[in-house]
């Protein structure tokens, strides 16, 4: 064993980044030496070489490396089996969505269980945490990791570790990294000139007079008449081409013979996209995002065998956007659907232009008030470990009581403003229509939220080796209340669990897991669950046969299987209770009226949690001291998943069908890692790294009405699998028209779309739509991280790359002239009699077209891309120069989040972030020091 030892201690001295743990791995890091790295797992840790389940982890270092205000969009691409879909850009609110291994449900929550510091949370509050109080985010993904969490570990668990105080003297960091961000993508729209043409062109194709007269037109081209025929440009009127953000964070660390201690104070602040309105007007405010965290983490060593943890850590964020709504949404659908031609910015000095459809933009956000939010959030966590080797050695018990809150209050001001139409006379004077009018500000401070958590834990461990044979085992009981202010009842959840784990010379390894949880969800005698799960491994290399080998230095293949719940099944709280709604009753042939109750949806006094039984299967490996491998394939079959009971309960039953656990799907996929680390003797250093995950889901029952079309079910098809009208073209005259089926939206035209008959009935309707494409969730994620170190240079990024996944273009942005609003460059290759042969959009109407805005084909597309999530390059000066300035080392470095991306959407959006607030890239300098 002594060899086996000093073996991994040289692979160590060969892996670059050892405090990352897995930073890229599909399970443990074979990065750092399998006997001596430590993996989180449930309520514990284990070292890697044990570990039998499916793990994989990131350093918080790694995590610091993309520069954005919420810490969930730091894990594009980072952690194998973890799906991270960006929503937004705007600070505050730029929320990503998380799936763990692809999604298991297709009516109850597919968001992962989360864990800080071992207690339970929630995802709001992840998002307020920064990277730099963070040790390591951990994905929990088979049924061994996730077992003893039972009912609530069936979506994967992610855990959070912060950071603690190392031993040594005192040491102080301070960093600063300052900025600026841009919108990755603006949409394309054309300007008033092609506007107008193009209009005149829909016109005539309604058979309608033309709106814009050849004067107005050439006024338009000329822009000698920016009052009657203004060109605005509402993006570049409303947006900044650049808003600031910077961070600033001071962390410190040490310890003394009885405690250890890390404390932590960082800002961060990002500027909207919107320009700075404050200065211009007393009834607005700047958009503006400021985040406070602050940590203090404490272990005490109270006595020689007992133990004290104190975890303190918090934010305060303020938030304030101009205009009447939380986020800038709002103001984005407004810039996307006045025409540039509708009215100017300023009909005469302090004065705004706009219509009685449409307000003005820039109006908007310099004069209808504006909402600002204080949020705050406080996690406490304290523990006590009582050594018990007087009754056996390696053994111990912990108890501990974990506190969070999160508290957000809203001022919203508001107010209404003039906005003028002008018009001349016949005398040629300038006239003025008014809408709306100037009033004063208006309060209201009775809006906020508000939740808090607190829970109670017990566990007994147990860590003893006898000669060959070891044994890791663990037992607890919890309990947890949450409750959100305004809700009906607290939730609460009660349960206990334990892991067993044994090995026979680090060679052969067996673990038994299990949770047994209640919930009060759920009716009397049916409020517990137990769950259990097991694994085996076999590290391959500490087998004779290997040991000696220079080529082979670490081998394990493992598996498990076990049955896990999720009791966030969605519905409404306690359907096993019968509702009933009020309403009234006629009687009589003179209909009167009574008031009176009567039953609401039936009662299901079976309800339960989904259940799902996973399998794992996989292997670690690291060959010639440099190379890095891992691979894992699962099986998940989730059942009892809640439906509507179409086929179980026929419509004449004569009441309304209750939610029922009926529903299956299975989900399957792999990971995998590859990693080639250099010589770290050398001066230069470098290693590049990839990985890739796979998650395919298939509906396998899901109760559903009956179908004349087998086409029509979704059963067999991945959840959220697009039903669509399938496109096969345009219409190329009236002859074609006459030829094909008829399409029953509204009369069409040459140049419309033309849709496929899938049940050949000569009738396209509701019943032709048709399974197409795929969902915008990726069914694969690719990851490439790289980096180099060379005379105190440094340099490191990360691709991320989504493959299968379809988007679906919509709305003002794509639809031309909805409402007469705008219309993009897309439209640009409009059919017409003379370009119907290279068309790539529909004939232009004046209208809503029912036809060509029907649910199509025609507007999917394919989603993939390959972006750049980070870039970062530093130097370090040299220690000898850093001390003589009284440092103990300083780097400056210049870094780069979301500069590009490569996909199939002709750079006129984000493949992720179609509409709305825009995605946005950072550039930032910063210099990290070290007292």
């Not at 499916?54 to 610091?64: F, H, M, P, R, T």
Request: glycine fraction near 10%; charged fraction near 20%; charge should be neutral.
């Amino acid at each position: 064993m002594g060899k086996y030892i000093i073996k991994y201690k040289a692979i160590r001295k060969h892996s670059l980044m050892a405090l990352v743990i897995g930073a890229c791995c599909c399970n443990t890091s074979t990065a750092q030496t399998p006997s001596d790295s430590i993996n989180q797992v449930g309520f514990g840790t284990q070292p890697s070489w044990m570990t039998t389940g499916a793990v994989s982890s990131i350093s918080g270092k790694q995590l610091e490396k993309s520069f954005t205000t919420n810490i969930a969009n730091t894990l594009f691409g980072q952690l194998p089996g973890l799906t991270v879909q960006q929503n937004g850009g705007e600070p505050g609110w730029d929320t990503p969505s998380i799936n763990i291994r692809g999604l298991g449900t297709f009516y109850g929550s597919n968001e992962p269980f989360i864990v800080i510091d071992g207690f339970q949370s929630t995802y709001a509050f992840l998002q307020q945490m920064a990277p730099q109080e963070i040790e390591s985010i951990t994905l929990l993904k088979d049924a061994t990791a996730t077992a003893i969490y039972g009912s609530k570990g069936a979506n994967g668990v992610l855990l959070v570790t912060t950071k603690r105080g190392q031993e040594g003297k005192l040491k102080i960091n301070f960093s600063i990294q300052a900025g600026f961000q841009q919108a990755a993508r603006l949409p394309e729209f054309l300007g008033s000139y092609d506007y107008a043409n193009l209009y005149n062109e829909a016109l005539a194709n309604d058979g309608l007079d033309p709106l814009y007269s050849a004067a107005d037109i050439e006024a338009y081209r000329t822009g000698n008449d920016p009052l009657f025929h203004p060109d605005v440009d509402w993006y570049d009127a409303v947006l900044r081409k650049a808003a600031p953000i910077q961070n600033y964070n001071f962390s410190a660390s040490g310890s003394s013979k009885t405690f250890r201690y890390y404390v932590l104070f960082n800002v961060i602040n990002s500027k909207g996209l919107f320009r700075k309105a404050e200065e211009m007007s007393d009834y607005t405010k700047n958009s503006n995002y400021t985040r406070y965290n602050f940590r203090t983490n404490i272990d005490v060593n109270l006595s020689k065998r007992l133990t004290a943890t104190v975890l303190l850590g918090g934010s305060v964020e303020d938030k304030a956007n101009p205009g009447t709504n939380e986020d800038g949404g709002s103001i984005f659908d407004l810039m996307s659907s006045v025409a540039p031609n509708a009215f100017p910015v300023y009909v005469s000095p302090g004065m705004y232009g706009g219509s009685s459809i449409y307000e003005n933009p820039l109006g908007n956000i310099m004069q209808k008030g504006y909402i600002s939010s204080n949020g705050r959030s406080v996690q406490a966590d304290l523990k006590l470990t009582e050594q018990l080797d007087f009754i056996t050695k390696g053994l111990s018990i912990t108890g501990a009581i974990g506190f969070n809150t999160y508290f957000k209050s809203y001022s919203n001001k508001t107010r209404s403003y003039a906005r003028y139409s002008i018009d001349r006379d016949n005398a040629g004077e300038i006239v003025y229509t008014k809408f709306g009018d100037n009033t004063s500000l208006s309060g209201d401070e009775s809006s906020s939220s508000q939740w808090r958590n607190y829970s109670l834990q017990a566990t007994l461990n147990y860590n003893r080796t006898f000669g060959k044979h070891g044994v890791d085992a663990l037992f607890m009981g919890s309990y947890n209340d949450y409750v959100l202010t305004g809700s009906d009842l607290s939730r609460k959840n009660i349960g206990m669990g334990g892991r067993f784990t044994y090995d026979y010379d680090k060679r052969y390894i067996a673990e038994f897991t299990f949770g047994y949880n209640g919930t009060e969800n759920f009716p009397r005698g049916n409020r517990f669950g137990f769950f259990p799960a097991g694994s085996l491994g076999w590290v391959i290399s500490n087998e004779s046969f290997l040991k000696d080998n220079d080529i082979v230095n670490y081998l394990k293949i493992k598996g498990s299987y076990g049955m896990i719940g999720n009791d966030n099944i969605g519905g409404s709280r306690f359907m096993f209770d019968q509702y009933y709604n009020w309403g009234a009753y006629w009687f009589g042939t003179s209909n009167n009226q009574t008031d009176a109750a009567f039953e609401g949806t039936k009662a299901n006094p079976l309800v339960t949690w989904e259940k799902e039984k996973k399998l794992n299967l996989g292997f670690e490996a690291t060959l010639l001291n440099s190379i890095d491998l891992s691979f894992e394939y699962f099986n998940n079959h989730r059942y009892d998943i809640l439906t509507v009971p179409y086929r179980t309960i026929p419509s004449f039953a004569g009441f309304s069908r209750p939610m029922m656990n009926l529903g299956k799907v299975d989900n399957q996929g792999l990971e995998a890692m590859a990693r080639y680390t250099s010589n770290q003797k050398k001066e230069f250093t470098y290693y590049v790294e990839a990985t890739a995950w796979l998650a395919k889901n298939k509906i396998k029952y899901n109760d559903e009405a009956l179908q004349v079309n087998e086409y029509l079910y979704g059963t067999g098809h991945p959840i959220n699998q697009p039903f669509m009208l399938e496109a096969i073209g345009f219409f190329k005259d009236e002859q074609d028209i006459l030829d094909s089926p008829t399409q029953t939206f509204t009369d069409v035209q040459p140049g419309d779309i033309k849709y496929k008959d899938q049940n050949n009935d000569g009738i396209i309707d509701n019943n032709d739509y048709y399974p197409i494409g795929k969902t915008s969730m990726p069914e694969l994620t690719l990851g490439l991280r790289a980096g180099f170190k060379f005379k105190g240079f440094d340099l490191s990024f990360l691709f991320q790359g989504a493959v299968n996944r379809s988007v679906y273009l919509s709305g003002k942005y794509f639809h031309a002239f909805q409402n007469d609003g705008k219309i993009s460059s897309i439209a640009l290759g409009r059919w017409t009699p003379e370009t119907a042969e290279t068309a790539t959009y529909p004939r232009l109407s004046s209208n809503n077209n029912l036809n060509n805005y029907q649910y199509s084909s025609f507007w999917q597309r394919n989603g993939d891309f390959l972006k750049l999530r980070n870039i970062e390059i530093g130097y370090t000066i040299p220690k000898s120069l850093a001390h003589k300035i009284k440092l103990e080392s300083a780097r400056i470095f210049l870094n780069g989040t979301n500069l590009f991306s490569i996909d199939h959407m002709d750079g006129f959006t984000d493949p992720e972030v179609l509409t709305g607030y825009p995605a946005t890239r950072a550039i930032s300098m910063g210099v990290n020091v070290q007292l």
